[in-house]
């Protein structure tokens, strides 16, 4: 079982910086990839930006040059992640969710949603 808490988000003007972070904890084998998802008003969840266990990111091209997904992995039972945005505009408004892909330690995968942040970029 893996729990997700996730910290950061609110309200910024366009043009400006939030950080997201979601720890990840639990019982567990490993986390095999961390993602940001984010579901905008009136809107379908969209994937944000992912990394795998081995560093390697993904982003969706909205967000490519302006976010940055990045993961600490301080143990083997618990890993950060953190979504650093920059030059947010109003359409990345959207409540931000962190997922994670882990394998349990009946060595099965399974997928984990944390609660979502809300981020509303507006003047």
């Known amino acids: 079982q893996v729990q997700l808490m996730e910290s950061g988000g609110g309200s910024v003007q366009p043009g400006g910086s939030a950080r997201l972070s979601c720890v990840a904890s639990?019982?567990?084998?490993?986390?095999?990839?961390m993602a940001w998802y984010r579901r905008a008003p009136g809107k379908q969840r969209e994937l944000v930006a992912a990394?795998?266990?081995?560093?390697?990111?993904?982003?969706?091209d909205s967000v490519k040059g302006r976010f940055t997904i990045s993961r600490i992995s301080r143990d083997a039972v618990k890993n950060t992640i953190y979504l650093q945005m920059d030059g947010l505009r109003p359409e990345d408004t959207a409540v931000y969710y962190c997922?994670?892909?882990?394998?349990?330690?009946?060595?099965?995968?399974?997928?984990?949603w944390g609660q979502g942040t809300q981020v509303t970029v507006s003047s």
């Open positions: 990394i795998t266990i081995g560093g390697s990111t993904n982003y969706t």
């Open positions: 639990g019982s567990f084998w490993r986390i095999n990839e």
């Open positions: 997922n994670a892909d882990a394998t349990r330690l009946d060595l099965q995968r399974d997928v984990y």
